[in-house]
């Protein structure tokens, strides 16, 4: 809108009886009615109906589709130019969550690598997932997410009065995908012989009471870990960025990390899986970060380790890590990308 667009914004409901529209100056928003269940049965059909008579309503000049599901789907069947952004790997999503809705997802996937025509992916892995399993030969355009700039104005020093380092985890849902127990059992040896660390753990699912902390009280691993759960954004990132020293990321499976590049732009160090696609290029390949093998307790402990001995060194990773998210991962930059590719696809 900044720059001067008309932006119509897409999504749909579970809360609404019927289909709502806000407008206002240069923003449109329309949310089209979302069935609580059953929308995997029939491919989202309802959903992707309603979606369909909106976009077709609105004769937008290009729709960009956000991941390769309904919303894709909808565009697609509009008849207008439309991108769509590969934003996970849904094969891999499908081997850690074996369910009947992700197979739905991944036929939609399918349908919609046969059906589109221009792509961009969020990482080099997301776009060779995509490429190797749905699309063979596909031309990929990698644009990353972005932060705006004032998340990298927010990079203040911890102001705590706690002895020790403090570890941040910014994890949503408690799943073998994101490998939450592998970091709480490095704290643990961790916390062995530096008794004043603490672990500070952020997302849904980390709440007090929840199941993170109900896992690691029930086998007495809960000891100076804070459980702080979901938070608003701002909240979230002026939390990290004021308590804690070092971002601890321990996914096995990312198509890119939102977490690890708002951790690198508050320049705070980052610790993350040396097999876990997306994770691995947000870090320069271990260039501005520390790559190890999460599933392994041990390796996590040693880097966490090294960062409670050695300050410079925690400083060091942690300026390199700002310089990479700063020079790539700003939102202005990401928009001019798009906003070349807009230009592209209109003019073929």
Same mark, same amino acid.
């Given at each position: 809108?900044?720059?001067? +667009?008309?932006?119509?914004?897409?999504?749909?409901?579970? %809360?609404?009886?019927?289909?709502?529209?806000?407008?206002?100056?240069? /923003?449109?928003?329309? #949310?089209?009615?979302?069935?609580?269940?059953?929308?995997?049965?029939?491919?989202?059909?309802?959903?992707?109906?309603?979606?369909?008579?909106?976009?077709?309503?609105?004769?937008?000049?290009?729709?960009?589709? +956000?991941?390769?599901?309904?919303?894709?789907?909808?565009?697609?069947?509009?008849?207008?130019?439309?991108?769509?952004?590969?934003?996970?790997?849904?094969?891999?999503?499908?081997?850690?969550?074996?369910?009947?809705?992700?197979?739905?997802?991944?036929?939609?996937? $399918?349908?919609?690598?046969?059906?589109?025509? +221009?792509?961009?992916?969020?990482?080099?892995?997301?776009?060779? +997932?995509?490429?190797? $399993?749905?699309?063979?030969?596909?031309? #990929?355009?990698?644009?990353? @997410?972005?932060?705006?700039?004032? *998340?990298?104005?927010?990079?203040?020093?911890?102001?705590?009065?706690?002895?020790? /380092?403090?570890?941040?985890? /910014?994890?949503?849902?408690?799943?073998?995908?994101? @490998?939450?127990?592998?970091?709480?059992?490095?704290?643990?040896?961790?916390?062995?012989?530096?008794?004043?660390?603490?672990?500070?753990?952020?997302?849904?699912?980390?709440?007090?009471?929840?199941?993170?902390?109900?896992?690691?009280?029930?086998?007495?691993?809960?000891?100076?870990?804070?459980?702080?759960?979901?938070?608003? $954004?701002? %909240?979230?990132?002026?939390?990290?960025?004021? %308590?804690?020293?070092?971002?601890?990321?321990?996914?096995?499976?990312?198509?890119?990390?939102?977490?690890? /590049?708002?951790?690198?732009?508050?320049?705070?160090?980052?610790?993350?899986?040396?097999?876990?696609?997306? *994770?691995?290029?947000?870090?320069?390949?271990?260039?501005?970060?520390?790559?190890?093998?999460?599933?392994?307790?041990?390796?996590?402990?040693?880097?966490?380790?090294?960062?409670?001995?050695?300050?410079?060194?925690?400083?060091?990773?942690?300026?390199?890590?700002?310089?990479?998210?700063?020079?790539? $991962?700003?939102?202005?930059? *990401?928009?001019?990308?798009?906003? %070349?590719?807009?230009?592209?696809?209109?003019?073929?």
């Amino acid at each position: 809108m900044k720059r001067g +667009h008309d932006v119509t914004v897409y999504t749909t409901a579970t %809360e609404i009886d019927r289909a709502i529209t806000f407008r206002g100056s240069g /923003i449109s928003i329309r #949310i089209a009615r979302a069935r609580a269940s059953g929308k995997g049965r029939d491919f989202f059909a309802f959903e992707r109906e309603q979606l369909k008579h909106m976009m077709m309503e609105d004769r937008c000049e290009i729709i960009h589709a +956000h991941w390769t599901y309904e919303f894709a789907l909808a565009a697609l069947a509009s008849g207008i130019p439309t991108l769509t952004t590969i934003h996970d790997l849904p094969w891999n999503v499908l081997r850690y969550y074996r369910d009947l809705y992700r197979v739905t997802r991944l036929l939609m996937a $399918y349908e919609v690598a046969i059906r589109g025509r +221009h792509f961009t992916a969020v990482s080099n892995d997301a776009a060779s +997932h995509f490429r190797h $399993y749905l699309k063979p030969g596909a031309s #990929i355009t990698v644009i990353p @997410n972005g932060l705006g700039d004032a *998340v990298f104005e927010l990079n203040n020093r911890p102001n705590r009065k706690l002895s020790g /380092i403090a570890f941040a985890t /910014i994890l949503q849902g408690w799943s073998r995908r994101k @490998n939450a127990e592998a970091a709480i059992k490095a704290f643990r040896i961790v916390r062995q012989s530096e008794p004043g660390s603490q672990l500070l753990m952020f997302g849904f699912d980390y709440e007090p009471g929840g199941p993170a902390q109900r896992w690691a009280s029930e086998r007495g691993l809960a000891e100076g870990i804070t459980f702080v759960g979901a938070l608003p $954004y701002q %909240e979230l990132l002026q939390r990290v960025s004021k %308590e804690a020293d070092v971002v601890l990321h321990p996914s096995l499976e990312e198509s890119f990390s939102m977490a690890a /590049i708002e951790g690198m732009a508050l320049r705070k160090p980052v610790i993350a899986g040396s097999l876990t696609p997306g *994770v691995r290029e947000v870090l320069g390949f271990g260039k501005n970060g520390v790559l190890v093998d999460v599933r392994k307790t041990g390796a996590i402990a040693k880097a966490m380790q090294q960062f409670v001995k050695d300050v410079d060194y925690r400083n060091e990773v942690a300026q390199s890590g700002f310089d990479r998210a700063s020079s790539l $991962y700003r939102l202005k930059a *990401v928009m001019s990308r798009y906003e %070349e590719m807009y230009g592209t696809i209109l003019g073929s």
